[in-house]
């Protein structure tokens, strides 16, 4: 059974799921001057109300940042961009991701069913603004080589090492400290 093409699916849907957002953006970005302010009955210039609307959700989202894990769910074989094989094996439980969102964990796509498809489950974590949660997935990201669950595993070139299970310096879902 070829799988890559099932593999690619996830990766090619947020890749859409990025252009539109990226679409969208942009369009909400007022392409005149007038478009972006307002003047007062006094002859003050402030912000239009939907620009100030769109600044304000900005900041809401950099403010209200969420640090989540993905964990297997069931003994399997994950997707790993970063392992030679190009996938790796969990014990439930086992951490496969950290990441952050400033949106819900719906919106994220990480919905029931694309969880279930995957074998994982959602873990939260923290909540805090983006400066807060990026330094603690780096930290989360960064320890994971000293985790127990890592540290159980042999190493490599150790004769229990198979191809899909050793220790790794990044979780499986984890590319790089970001």
Request: hydrophobic content about 30%; overall charge positive.
């Given at each position: 059974m070829d799988t890559t093409k099932s593999n690619r699916f996830p990766l090619g849907l947020i890749l859409v799921g990025l252009l539109i957002t990226g679409i969208f953006i942009y369009m909400s970005i007022?392409?005149?001057w007038e478009d972006a302010t307002k003047v007062g009955d006094d002859?003050?210039?402030t912000l239009s109300d939907d620009w100030?609307?769109?600044?304000?959700?900005?900041?809401?989202q950099y403010a209200n940042q969420e640090l989540y894990a993905l964990t297997a769910v069931i003994d399997s074989y994950f997707l790993c961009q970063h392992c030679p094989t190009g996938k790796f094996f969990l014990k439930t439980g086992e951490i496969y991701r950290y990441g952050t969102t400033g949106i819900t964990q719906n919106k994220r796509g990480f919905n029931e069913k694309w969880l279930n498809r995957h074998k994982l489950n959602y873990v939260y974590l923290q909540m805090g603004d983006l400066a807060t949660i990026k330094t603690r997935e780096a930290a989360l990201i960064g320890a994971y080589a000293v985790l127990p669950e890592n540290l159980a595993r042999p190493i490599s070139s150790s004769p229990e090492a198979?191809?899909?299970w050793y220790r790794l310096v990044l979780p499986p879902g984890n590319n790089s400290l970001e």
């Open positions: 007022p392409k005149k002859g003050a210039v100030a609307g769109t600044v304000e959700r900005k900041q809401d198979r191809a899909y």
